[in-house]
């Protein structure tokens, strides 16, 4: 398959600013889920649009990114 072929099936990056105290402790959090974080953003908003079957996206247990730094 050519290297076209190949790019064409994903989507375009999308530019979203999320601060590091923010990005780096929801990584921690989905990884300990065993998800991505692009998986937990399309589940969101799937159920945030109240498409048809998506279910709500199940947070993790709390942990330690749910301290905030100050």
Do not use: C
């Amino acid at each position: 398959m050519s290297a076209n072929l190949e790019k064409s099936a994903h989507t375009p990056p999308r530019q979203m600013r999320i601060p590091d105290d923010e990005w780096l402790p929801f990584e921690a959090a989905v990884k300990s889920q065993g998800k991505t974080r692009a998986a937990i953003v399309r589940e969101f908003m799937r159920w945030y649009m109240r498409r048809p079957g998506a279910p709500a996206v199940k947070r993790p247990d709390a942990g330690p990114w749910s301290e905030v730094s100050e």
